[in-house]
């Protein structure tokens, strides 16, 4: 097919290497715009752009501009912004969302799955309409949220599947089946953009939720003033660990490593 590939982040990359790999002919990539990272303010390019470079694709960062392509289909993977209605009008678009829909539609799926102790998850290929992560739904995959599964491990597994799930789809006359999404039913659940205050680590609560916060990723505490990351804990009996921290400015490390030499006095305590 003649397609229209919309994604940013680095889990974007997998479907789109799979559906060139597949021979579909992707016409167009559709990526933000390269973006200051790190230190210096230097402007680096998304990880989509990069791959859609590699590949010798065409990319843009004006989704208006789709229109004037001649376009089967538009594949949608964590793109990051909404697509408005002209676009809507002139192809079909379909999308791949890391949740079980409706439950957990948004910007951060994966995440509030985790942090509302979810026992699975998935990947639902949908068509994409106006709404947020409303339209019809093709076909899903359900995975499993274990007792240690980090947010890392759990975007690896959904794209896996996600991918299998979209070339297969794909792989069929686009007539047969575009026009016969499934209205999605049950109860509709919300993943609002984590905001980095949330993943403060507040030592009052119970300690299963805060491992929980740990393996989302991003997970951080302070320690005399300072902000400490937590990177990697254990649980066991009731009681959460540290096994990896990053103190600020300095390089990840053991946890053993950083308490041998901060000394912490018998009264300090986290947060």
């Not at 590699?54 to 990051?80: F, K, Q, S």
């Not at 912004?81 to 409706?102: C, E, G, M, T, Y």
């Not at 939720?209 to 990351?229: H, I, M, S, Y």
Request: glycine share 10%.
């Amino acid at each position: 097919m003649r397609l229209a590939y919309l994604g940013t982040p680095e889990i974007s990359v997998p479907p789109l290497r799979a559906l060139a790999e597949a021979g579909h002919d992707v016409v167009v990539v559709v990526t933000n715009p390269d973006r200051r990272r790190g230190r210096g303010g230097r402007t680096a390019p998304s990880p989509v752009k990069v791959a859609a470079t590699e590949l010798g694709l065409r990319v843009i960062h004006d989704p208006a501009a789709l229109t004037e392509h001649d376009i089967e289909l538009g594949v949608v993977v964590a793109y990051g912004r909404l697509i408005k209605q002209p676009v809507l009008d002139a192809f079909p678009l379909v999308n791949l969302h890391f949740s079980l829909l409706p439950r957990w539609r948004g910007a951060a799926p994966v995440e509030r799955a985790l942090l509302a102790g979810d026992d699975e998850t998935g990947v639902c290929l949908m068509r994409l309409e106006a709404g947020l992560d409303t339209g019809g739904v093709f076909e899903c995959a359900r995975v499993p949220i274990g007792p240690t599964t980090t947010a890392s491990e759990l975007r690896l597994t959904l794209i896996t599947e996600g991918v299998e799930l979209l070339v297969r789809q794909l792989g069929r006359p686009l007539a047969g089946w575009i026009d016969d999404a499934t209205p999605q039913t049950g109860t509709t659940t919300y993943a609002d953009k984590i905001d980095p205050a949330e993943l403060e680590i507040d030592w009052s609560r119970s300690q299963a939720e805060n491992d929980r916060l740990v393996r989302v990723g991003g997970a951080w505490t302070t320690f005399r003033g300072a902000r400490l990351k937590i990177l990697e804990a254990e649980l066991a009996d009731g009681t959460l660990r540290p096994v990896t921290v990053q103190p600020a400015g300095k390089s990840p490390m053991s946890f053993d490593a950083w308490r041998n030499g901060a000394q912490p006095r018998p009264d300090e305590l986290f947060g």
